[in-house]
Every structure is written in structure tokens, then in C-alpha cells.
């Protein structure tokens, strides 16, 4: 438990960095493997510890190839790849995948299962540790799904929470469908956005047709989820049935991440940006947003963060945490710039820079 492990997937490839936590000897510098998979946009990553080693999950674009589903078990040294495409869509759909938007483990009494969310919006399970994966056809089927409409990057499940209490209930989130619960191991879903504005749409609150950027659950209370909308920031205290705005001291409603700390009930982080024409930090400065009172309020975080105008977004799987205590948090942006924290967010530094434009970034706990 001396290291940390920090995956960052960008436009060209996977990068890998480790170095010793605070606490574990002198921390050092942070160590590059350099890349993987130079050819490919990485928009997918997981870590799965579940049953005790460290599986990479990776989900490669490759132009020539196509979206693919690479595992290591060996923290990058060497990588397997499926002789047939890990995931596609069953040739009755009349679909083929265009990209992997999200690769999650499962709970933890299902250590083989891991999901895959795609563009277009579907949901898909392996049972088998990634090795291969079954579209869940319960949710391809949903009457809502036809009239889901593709946000500004496209029709994507971005989010896939799997509920530490029951593993039969999972929450989903796609851009722009919205948010779907199922209570029954996937047999059934049923849309979760009540109180969620969609201010493009002529009905404002609708029951589906949400542009849901991202969704992360509360470290304590399993039933209280924040999200982050086209515009908005919301919060839910009964597993997505009812929604309410906790926006109060946010220089803007509008960004793409939302995190929740690992160990701290009640904290989460945002990193607004100005609006959707003008996909920028807010104020133009780079700062973390973190709330400790569940969105009562929210406070700037940015020491050791650039003082100067700064123009890096940072997309809605580039911001994550390694789960320790104190949690190590971390962000990349669309500069190429990669920032850690490794005292929950009270101050960074900078890990690398001038990389590819950053897509995702997963970290963990060695």
C-alpha cells in the first residue's frame, strides 16, 4: 500500500505514472512507463482490485481498427486483447459500436462482472473479467431508448454505479437520455430524473431527454448521488428518484465531472467551466470546486494550481481519486496538463505536461 498507480488515457494512447504515497517514505518524483497504445484515443479505464491484485482495463479507438477492450494484470507490462471484439452490437440490431465511453467493475460479490457503456447509448455485462461482454438488452429495448438524441459529443452511457448494498441495483446515466435505474439485476429500468432541468427542451422537466454529464455516489449515504447536468448541479438523497439544484457559490452550473471523495460523507468536487458556447474554466481559472455540506456550499481549490487566464477543460472522466485516506485527487485537462492532489484537493501539483489532450484518468492505491 506504498504506491500509487495513476492511468491517464488521452487522444494518443495510455500513459502510466507511479510514485510513493505521502506517509510511505520520502513520495519522489512521479514515474512515467511512458505510452501505450500510441495509435489509439483512450476513452475508458478502469482499475479493478477487486479480487486482490490490480487489473488495468483499457478501451482503446483505434481508427483502423476499431473500439477494442485491452486487460493487464500486470500493471502494463504486457497486455491481452480478445481475438474477436470484446464488444459489439448482435447484427439484429442494425447498430455498430462507434466508441467505449465507460468500462466499471461491478460490486464486490461479483468479482468477474464488469460493464461497459457505449455510443451509441447501451449498456453492456462481461461475466467473465472483460474478457468478452453481452449487451443488456433489457435497456438496448427501453421504449425511451429510440428517442434519446445525441448531445454535443455524441450518444454516450457514460456513468455506471453499482449499488455497494445490492449488486441487482445499478444506475446508469447517458448523454442525453438521462438517468435509468434498475432494482432487479437489469431485467427491468425505469428513468430517474425527476427535478433534473433540460432547459433546451420545450418541456423543461422532462421525464427523459436530460443532458447528464456525470453522476458519483456519496462516500457514506449510498442513496445520495450528485450530478452534473448540461447546465446544473443536483443532488439526490433517495437513489435518483427526486433531484434538488445545490448550486449556491458555484461560479457556474455548467461542467462535465463530478466526484465524490472515497472516504468523507457529505464532499464531493466539480470543475465548472464558463457555458456551452465558451467551454473554458470558469472566471477562466483553474480551480477545483469541492463542497463539504452536500452542496450547500462550495469552496475554490487552487493552491499550486496556475494563477494566469487558463484554458484547459477538463472532460467528465478526467477527474477521479486513488481512494486513499487522505485521498489522492487528480485531474487532466484538454492541455495536456495533469494535476495531483494528495491531501483531498487542499492544494496540487503538477504531474506531467504537454501530453496528447486528455480524455480520461483513473488512479489507485497500490
Known amino acids: 500500500m506504498g504506491e500509487v498507480l495513476l492511468a491517464v488515457g488521452t487522444r494518443k494512447g495510455l500513459f502510466l505514472f507511479r510514485r510513493r504515497r505521502p506517509g510511505a517514505g520520502r513520495p519522489g518524483a512521479w514515474e512515467t512507463a511512458g505510452a501505450h497504445f500510441t495509435d489509439q484515443a483512450v476513452y475508458a479505464l478502469a482499475v479493478d482490485q ?76 462481461s461475466a467473465d473479467g472483460g474478457a468478452s461482454f453481452e449487451l443488456v438488452r433489457s435497456l438496448w429495448e427501453h421504449p425511451h431508448r429510440e428517442q434519446w438524441v445525441p448531445g454535443g459529443g455524441g450518444l454516450g452511457l457514460h456513468t455506471v454505479l453499482v449499488d455497494p448494498r445490492d449488486e441487482r441495483q445499478v444506475t446508469v446515466a447517458v448523454s442525453t437520455g438521462g438517468v435509468y435505474r434498475t432494482e432487479d439485476g437489469g431485467a427491468s429500468w425505469a428513468p430517474a430524473n425527476r427535478g433534473v432541468s433540460a432547459v433546451f427542451l420545450p418541456d423543461a422537466e422532462p421525464e427523459f431527454g436530460q443532458c447528464v454529464h456525470k453522476v458519483a455516489r456519496d462516500a457514506a449515504d449510498p442513496d445520495r448521488l450528485y450530478l452534473q447536468n448540461h447546465w446544473g448541479v ?27 471523495h472515497p472516504h468523507r460523507a457529505d464532499t464531493a ?36 494550481l496556475p494563477e494566469a487566464d487558463h484554458h484547459g477543460p477538463v472532460l467528465r472522466d478526467a ?35 504537454h501530453l496528447p489532450d486528455v480524455l480520461c484518468v483513473r488512479a489507485a492505491v497500490l
Do not use: K, M
Open 234 to 260: 443536483f443532488r439526490s438523497d433517495d437513489g435518483g428518484r427526486q433531484w434538488a439544484a445545490i448550486e449556491s457559490g458555484l461560479p457556474s452550473t455548467f461542467g462535465f465531472p463530478v466526484l465524490a
Open 50 to 125: 477487486r479480487s486482490g491484485g490490480t487489473r488495468l482495463l483499457v478501451g482503446g479507438d483505434s481508427a483502423h481498427w476499431g473500439p477494442s477492450v485491452f486487460r493487464s494484470d500486470d500493471l502494463g507490462a504486457s497486455w491481452q486483447e480478445p481475438g474477436q471484439p470484446a464488444v459489439r452490437f448482435p447484427d439484429d440490431t442494425g447498430t455498430s459500436l462507434e466508441r467505449l465511453w465507460q468500462l466499471a467493475p461491478g460490486g464486490a460479490g461479483e468479482p468477474d462482472v464488469v460493464y461497459a457503456g457505449t455510443e451509441p447509448g447501451a449498456l453492456y455485462r
Open 269 to 304: 468536487y466539480l470543475f465548472p467551466l464558463n457555458a456551452d458556447y465558451d467551454r473554458v474554466p470558469a472566471g477562466r481559472r483553474c480551480r477545483v470546486y469541492r463542497t463539504e455540506d452536500a452542496g450547500a456550499s462550495w469552496t475554490a481549490l487552487d493552491a499550486g
Open 319 to 353: 477527474l477521479c481519486t486513488d481512494g486513499g485516506d487522505p485521498a489522492g485527487i487528480y485531474f487532466g485537462n484538454r492541455n495536456g496538463e495533469l494535476y495531483a492532489s494528495a491531501d483531498d484537493g487542499d492544494s496540487w501539483r503538477q504531474v506531467a505536461a
